[in-house]
């Protein structure tokens, strides 16, 4: 019932807002489990697709937004639950991975739709990156739910990584048709097998977002763009203490000019 208020009230909001475009509603079963497989540009995915959807889907989300002391760590709990976000410590290693499967697959029993991005983080640069073959191969494979490829479009100029007022601009969303991994029933440990269904997901969500592909982890291109920015910045104060040092001998040199 919450989570039918809060679609009612903020994803009608977003709509009238932002008015995004969709394609491929149709390939969204009308009742029954399924995967919904998502490249993520930016925070505001989890609640644009939700908004163009009649039927509930659930995210995994930080636990940290659940956990949050005060008033506002309450309300921020409330609404996160609100909007079908599910908590899961990401932070322990395979042991979150663990339970963030078994979240999923509590969801997918449930004959419900269950939300997850392959690649893990947000891309830092719009890019689509390589998608981890732990979580979704393995929740698709256990579950035998079929995985529906979709392609975020445009949110990443709404709301910037970093950024928390939104820019008003129209996102759009392209549901692709079922993947069926079937003929991979019973080898969900294979890494083999989870890697080629992860890529086979990557590659429909690419057909489908005409993003450029990067063949790293997003994690890694993350750590990739902090280190540059950091010897970026290291440059920039070592050009300014010469340029400080230049100065201050050109200020001392004056006076013996003048004499």
Do not use: C
Not at 128 to 140: D, I
Not at 169 to 194: A, N, V
């Amino acid at each position: 019932m919450f989570y039918g208020a809060m679609k009612l009230s903020v994803g009608n909001a977003l709509k009238l807002t932002f008015r995004p475009w969709v394609e491929g509603l149709e390939n969204v079963p009308d009742e029954g489990p399924a995967i919904l497989a998502s490249n993520h540009l930016s925070f505001s995915d989890s609640f644009f697709l939700p908004s163009v959807l009649e039927r509930k889907v659930t995210f995994i989300a930080k636990a940290e937004y659940f956990t949050s002391p005060g008033v506002k760590g309450k309300l921020t709990a409330a609404f996160f639950k609100g909007v079908g976000q599910l908590p899961v410590d990401r932070s322990g290693g395979r042991g979150a991975g663990e339970a963030a499967i078994r979240s999923g697959l509590e969801v997918l029993e449930r004959g419900e739709l269950f939300g997850i991005y392959p690649e893990g983080t947000r891309s830092p640069d719009g890019r689509l990156y390589r998608g981890k073959p732990g979580g979704l191969a393995r929740v698709a494979l256990r579950s035998g739910a079929p995985v529906l490829p979709v392609a975020m479009i445009g949110t990443e100029e709404i709301q910037p990584p970093g950024k928390v007022v939104p820019k008003l601009k129209r996102p759009g969303i392209r549901i692709g048709e079922p993947l069926d991994f079937s003929r991979y029933q019973g080898m969900d440990e294979d890494r083999f097998i989870q890697r080629a269904v992860t890529d086979e997901v990557m590659y429909a969500i690419l057909k489908l977002s005409g993003q450029e592909y990067v063949d790293i982890y997003a994690t890694a291109a993350k750590r990739q763009l902090a280190e540059a920015s950091k010897a970026a910045e290291a440059e920039r104060k070592q050009a300014e203490r010469e340029r400080q040092r230049v100065a201050s001998e050109d200020g001392e040199r004056a006076p013996d000019r003048a004499a």
